[in-house]
């Protein structure tokens, strides 16, 4: 079955600069890849995703890059804001489910220091 | 998303009762789902449903059972909490009808259960 792993599960940047997080898959024929942002006490909410037919999608300041062969795909958020800080969880359903039975990362805690 | 709306928001017991969390959303969503939240854990699928003659176990299932009473209703079971079990929990949605068709899932508020 497919399985994603996500790193970094923490990561502290200073105001202004850009953050990476990086995930990857096994199911070499999964084709969609959400991101989600968990603030603090909410809920997850999708923020960008991208589709295996295109290599990059940008969304402001955020962006999200998939290299198909290598099975990985990156979340980028550029001139990051004190908003920016919280809890983002890649995912990737299996191929064989059309979608519907995603597969998250296990999250990676981004704090964005004033 | 204030479409999809979970009772309780919190809710304290004791190793061995039976506790149910339920679902309910307006959104129209054929699909519906059942998430844990643990720290470093990411969220995890416990069980999922295409319709209300659909149930389908996730990844960690054992423990839980669900009931899928009309299309917007959704409810999970623990017929014996215990206190592994104490987590947050997330019911969503997604649609999947024709012409409306989305791999987007909208998440409830969450439900923190605590088992003592």
């Known amino acids: 079955g497919e399985n994603v792993e996500q790193h970094p599960s923490t990561l502290s940047v200073q105001e202004g600069d850009s953050a990476v997080i990086k995930c990857t898959y096994s199911?070499?024929?999964?084709?969609?890849f959400p991101w989600y942002k968990q603030e603090l006490g909410k809920r997850p909410q999708l923020i960008i995703d991208i589709r295996s037919n295109v290599g990059e999608k940008k969304d402001q300041r955020i962006a999200v890059t998939l290299n198909k062969t290598a099975k990985h795909f990156s979340l980028h958020i550029t001139e990051t804001q004190p908003e920016d800080s919280a809890v983002y969880f890649c995912?990737?359903?299996?191929?064989?489910?059309?979608?519907?039975?995603?597969?998250f990362g296990a999250g990676t805690r981004l704090f964005v220091k004033a | 998303d204030a479409d999809v709306t979970q009772t309780p928001r919190n809710r304290i017991t004791k190793t061995g009762k039976r506790i149910m969390l339920e679902c309910s959303q307006t959104?129209?969503?054929?699909?519906m789902y059942w998430y844990r939240q643990d720290p470093g854990l990411g969220l995890r699928l416990i069980y999922y449903s295409f319709d209300v003659k659909d149930i389908n176990k996730g990844e960690i299932s054992d423990g839980y059972s669900v009931s899928r009473q009309a299309q917007a209703k959704f409810s999970l079971s623990l017929e014996s909490a215990i206190p592994n079990q104490t987590a947050l929990y997330f019911c969503?949605?997604?649609?999947?009808?024709?012409?409306?068709?989305?791999?987007?899932?909208?998440f409830g508020p969450g439900t923190r259960l605590t088992v003592l």
């Open positions: 959104k129209g969503h054929d699909r």
């Open positions: 969503a949605t997604s649609d999947s009808r024709p012409g409306h068709s989305t791999d987007t899932q909208y």
């Open positions: 995912a990737a359903p299996p191929s064989n489910t059309g979608g519907f039975k995603t597969i």
């Open positions: 199911d070499s024929a999964s084709n969609y």
